[in-house]
């Protein structure tokens, strides 16, 4: 049985990849991996071997909110520690997240049931997300649909030049959209067997998401006020600022997933990984649509 399994996966190695029938290849080599796992046991989930990286992120996201409380407050060595704890979340979630790529793509642990559990994960983690921007709209709207009067009793407030909704904005808006477009073209593409046209689509998400996030900071730069400018200031960057942090995850998460399609670790039958960015990148485009209209819209 070893030896069968060390066979299917160097199968699905680059190096073998390397006739007309590399496509199918994988296909084939994916589905046998995944039959021989679901037959060495009595069940079809997958009981994950011990992990030290769990911890190792806890730890890590401990010492990057800690390090950000203490960079607010001005205490030394608080950036510092922020920093660390970001570089360590970014190692340990890239050291978990190869394990997981292993037991899927290399050792057939992802079957049906399994892949189900990780599409119901994923869309729990984005309600819990919607959640949280719900959060803060909530708090946007407590403000700007009864100003009060140290505001001036009106929204945005005294002293505030709001941005133009139809400058920047409105080619963010057209950016993120079409990049939803392109993200689903090869979704589409994936499950068709269109390698190349996924690659393509895959490639025209990044690149729109960089120009997106680029154009936000210059947007940043030239707004006439910051954070500390009062409920307005710091409703609009912490609404728009998490927002893009999310941007920034899913483009790197696309990314990856693109990069895993270019060396043939996703097939038309066997690519979860994928269809979870491409649903994180439509719950921010649907995000990006309520905070155009609401913030640059309607709350100017």
């Known amino acids: 049985m070893l030896q069968f399994l060390q066979r299917a996966t160097a199968q699905l190695s680059p190096v073998a990849l390397s ?23 009595a069940h079809p989930y997958h009981m994950v071997d011990p992990s030290p990286w769990p911890l190792l992120v806890s730890f890590a996201l401990l010492t990057t909110t800690s390090g950000c409380v203490q960079w607010f407050h001005g205490t030394t060595g608080g950036l510092t520690n922020l920093y660390l704890g970001l570089l360590t979340t970014a190692l340990g979630m890239a050291l978990w997240f190869s394990d997981v790529i292993t037991e899927g793509t290399f050792q057939g642990n992802h079957t049906i049931k399994v892949v189900a559990s990780l599409n119901l994960g994923m869309v729990l983690f984005i309600i819990s997300e919607a959640l949280f921007f719900v959060s803060i709209f909530w708090a946007y ?43 689903t073209y090869a979704h589409h593409a994936v499950v068709a067997k269109g390698r190349q046209a996924a690659l393509e689509g895959l490639l025209v998400t990044v690149v729109l998401a960089i120009v997106f996030t680029a154009l936000q900071g210059v947007e940043y730069m030239d707004a006439g006020f910051t954070f500390a400018d009062g409920v307005y200031g710091s409703t609009f960057f912490f609404a728009t600022g998490f927002h893009g942090f999310h941007v920034a995850i899913g483009t790197v998460f696309i990314a990856i997933g693109g990069i895993r399609l270019y060396y043939y670790h996703l097939t038309s039958q066997h690519h979860v990984g994928l269809e979870s960015a491409i649903l994180y990148w439509h719950f921010v485009d649907v995000v990006w649509l309520f905070l155009y209209i609401s913030v640059y819209i309607w709350g100017a």
Do not use: C, K, M, Y
């Open 141 to 183: 709207f407590h403000s700007a649909l009864a100003p009060t009067v140290e505001l001036g009793a009106t929204w945005p407030p005294v002293g505030i030049q709001s941005l133009d909704a139809f400058a920047i904005p409105l080619l963010n808006t057209i950016l993120l959209l079409s990049s939803g477009a392109a993200v």
């Open 19 to 41: 006739s007309s029938s590399e496509l199918q290849r994988a296909e084939e080599a994916s589905a046998a991996l995944a039959d021989a796992a679901t037959n060495q046991q």
